[in-house]
């Protein structure tokens, strides 16, 4: 198993762009979460999902969108990039029913 | 408002030793408390997690130890090792388990 993946690895955009993270997970996890991971702040959830087609906002959902096609993939799309989503953005998948939560290696994302 | 409040932010540990980190949470809602350990570049990872129906929970040197009156539980690790250098969160999730809040975060430093 690869557990969860993200990629890219880095990205670094322009005040204004738009772009994609992309997620997935081979564990056949129904659950998926987006965090965002900034200093002294640990991490904040922005959006999750229980499952295909359904998806609700976090704490931090504003400048971003998601969507759930299959229980694979939860891509995160940055509408109108800001310097304030400079970041480490990691994905999550949770097993059910123990709610063991697994992390994919993060996306550092730098808006400039 | 954040909802799990960790201390302390640092922590310098000689090896061999006991480190201790603590959360407090106010949402009585919360049932589910798990610690993660995250090295540099790296998501983070489950380390132990406790349920409030028990006051202590151990696995190897990791114990996780929980006041449900104070609203407050820790981590300990006895016996530090220079391998557990990281930085370790505390979180807690509602019985839905959809939605988890992070601690801000401690990051231990272990001598040798």
């Known amino acids: 198993n690869a557990g969860v993946t993200q990629t890219p690895k880095f990205q670094v955009l322009k005040t204004g762009q738009s772009m994609t993270l992309q997620c997935a997970q081979d564990m056949n996890h129904e659950y998926m979460s987006w965090y965002r991971q900034d200093p002294g702040m640990g991490l904040r959830l922005i959006h999750y999902?229980?499952?295909?087609?359904?998806?609700d906002q976090g704490e931090v959902p504003n400048g971003y969108n998601v969507s759930r096609s299959t229980t694979e993939d939860f891509p995160l799309r940055l509408l109108s990039a800001a310097p304030s989503q400079t970041s480490v953005y990691f994905c999550?998948?949770?097993?059910?029913?123990?709610?063991?939560?697994?992390f994919g290696p993060g996306t550092r994302l730098t808006v400039t | 408002q954040q909802q799990v409040k960790q201390s302390p932010q640092s922590l310098i540990v000689q090896k061999g030793g006991i480190s201790i980190i603590n959360c407090a949470y106010e949402n009585t809602a919360f049932d589910y408390f798990p610690w993660y350990q995250q090295f540099p570049g790296k998501g983070p990872a489950l380390l132990i997690a406790i349920r409030p129906d028990v006051s202590e929970k151990k696995e190897g040197r990791f114990t996780i130890s929980f006041n449900k009156s104070a609203k407050q539980f820790s981590l300990h690790i006895m016996d530090s090792q220079p391998g557990d250098s990281a930085t370790y969160f505390c979180a807690a999730s509602m019985h839905n388990f959809n939605k988890f809040y992070f601690g801000s975060g401690t990051k231990l430093n272990v001598k040798p």
């Open positions: 999550a998948s949770t097993r059910t029913p123990s709610y063991e939560q697994y």
């Open positions: 999902s229980v499952g295909a087609g359904i998806t």
